[in-house]
């Protein structure tokens, strides 16, 4: 999924269950080389190991970030 963001776009990743964990706390990055490799990395040792699939928390910290340009969110879970 990471790879077929556009390249200009700015993204970031939130791990979540019970507690969530943001892959850029700071703030979002863009989608060039070094963040790719760097975040493929990351989802290729997640873990489903954070509890419950708590959701609301997650999506509250990460739209409380402050945004200069639209947002999109997409949600993806085990559906438990």
Known sequence: ???SLPSTWKFNICSFGSSFSLLFPAES???DEEQFKYATRAVDEFQADMGGT???SAMKAVMEKPASI???VVVMTDGE
């Open 1 to 3: 999924f990471i790879r």
């Open 29 to 31: 990055k863009v989608l």
């Open 54 to 56: 708590e959701l609301f």
């Open 70 to 72: 639209p947002r999109m």
